[in-house]
């Protein structure tokens, strides 16, 4: 082994102590979370997995994997939450173009 490579795995483990002890945050972060949206479009409760990453600035941003294209941020999470509902709900009201039309069948 090099000393490249072992300086590289030491400071990797002096970072994940770090991180376990609480001194550190780990250099890349994200959370599962799951929100209960009411959905305008069909008035219907559903529950939307977001996965959550923390900004390289402050606070949080987010994306709904099952609506693609769906992300948000706030600085706060109960503000990222927010605006994910928000996000949602228009990214599921936004009219969708028949893939019939859009080929001109």
């Known amino acids: 082994m090099t000393k490249q490579a072992f300086d590289q795995i030491a400071e990797g483990l002096k970072e994940a ?5 609480g001194i550190a945050e780990p250099a890349f972060w994200h959370k599962a979370v799951e929100i209960d949206v009411k959905v305008i479009r069909n008035q219907k409760m559903m529950k939307f997995d977001a996965i959550v990453h923390k900004a390289e600035e402050d606070g949080y941003w987010a994306e709904i994997p099952a609506v693609p294209g769906c992300v948000s941020q706030g600085e706060t999470m ?15 009201s936004a009219p969708v173009l028949d893939d019939r ?5």
């Open 78 to 92: 109960e503000e990222l939450i927010a605006n994910l509902r928000e996000a949602i709900n228009d990214c599921l």
């Open 17 to 21: 102590i770090a991180v376990a002890n």
């Open 101 to 105: 039309r859009a080929e001109g069948l």
